[in-house]
């Protein structure tokens, strides 16, 4: 995430992932190894039992005595699930306002859409994509909106986005991902193949990278990501093994850095890497003298 899809002070950011691929284990790495003083986590229509393992195993007594925990369980009404979100978004603002950093995470913005729809339909609404009514799409944009920074701190946002189907393009996704300044996306194929944290980093973007990168740093990311495309591009050919040694420089080379990124790309559930050591990660995997 800090190589690929860095995320500055008071960006928001969504991470997009389907069921059974590793976004719960991101999110408490992520937690853990942020540095901000204050961390509020709204749990929206979560199982009961994974609330106390995130709070227990995953969130642990050293990020608990810095967090603020709102919860609203899936058998919570929908009224409740709508107000956790919010609820947790305004003491974010209240600690940012009284010039703390702050992170928010909300878990999962889905589940507050589904929340909203529910009441929406109860009060007459039309459905219209997907069955969540207009409403529920000019909603999202306010409560989004309200992270970022102010002149006394900042509140940097992450917000998950269950896709129903691995399908980006359902309507919640879709709106969000146009408000937000940045998405990670799971993928799947690499939760199965044993490759975590399964981040797909051709997907992902922050809309912010161009403020937090060097020179330097861009150069790598951009030459990593060729790498990284000219392989998927290729991988059909290079599968089946009708691609011939020789026949392009460049997917030569994408073969041949390939385990060298890979390994760049995976990280322990407890291991934690600083920016300093990420950037050198990524120079040696790029530069590092490829066996003939």
């Not at 901000?36 to 393992?53: Q, S, Y």
């Not at 690499?190 to 797909?200: R, S």
């Not at 998927?232 to 997917?251: E, F, K, Q, T, W």
């Amino acid at each position: 995430i800090d190589a690929f899809t860095p995320l500055a002070a008071g960006q928001r950011v969504g991470v997009f992932a389907g069921s059974g691929v590793g976004k719960s284990t991101l999110l408490s790495m992520m937690v853990n190894g942020s540095d901000a003083d204050v961390i509020v986590v709204g749990l929206v229509g979560e199982r009961g039992r994974e609330v106390r393992e995130f709070i227990e195993n995953q969130l642990g007594a050293d990020g608990l005595a810095r967090s603020v925990v709102v919860v609203a369980t899936g058998d919570e009404t929908a009224l409740m699930r709508v107000t956790a979100a919010e609820t947790a978004t305004a003491i974010a603002e209240d600690f940012r306002d009284n010039g703390r950093r702050v992170l928010l995470v909300i878990d999962s913005i889905t589940r507050f859409a589904m929340a909203h729809r529910e009441i929406g339909l109860a009060a007459g609404e039309l459905p219209a994509a997907r069955g969540y009514p207009p409403s529920t799409m000019s909603v999202l944009p306010q409560l989004l909106e309200r992270a970022g920074n102010s002149e006394f701190g900042t509140m940097t946002a992450i917000y998950t986005v269950l896709v129903d189907g691995d399908d980006m393009d359902e309507p919640v996704a879709d709106t969000v991902r146009g408000i937000l300044d940045g998405h990670i996306v799971l993928s799947r194929e690499l939760a199965n193949m044993g490759h975590f944290p399964a981040i797909d980093v051709l997907a992902s973007v922050s809309r912010l990278s161009s403020v937090v990168y060097t020179d330097e740093q861009e150069e790598l990311v951009r030459r990593a990501r060729l790498l990284l495309g000219e392989f998927a591009a290729a991988r059909d050919l290079i599968d089946v093994g009708a691609y011939v040694p020789g026949s392009n420089a460049l997917i030569d080379e994408a073969i041949a850095r390939r385990p060298g990124l890979n390994s760049f790309l995976q990280q322990g559930e407890n291991e934690m890497s600083d920016i300093d050591r990420t950037w050198l990660a990524l120079a040696d995997a790029l530069t590092k003298e490829i066996p003939s």
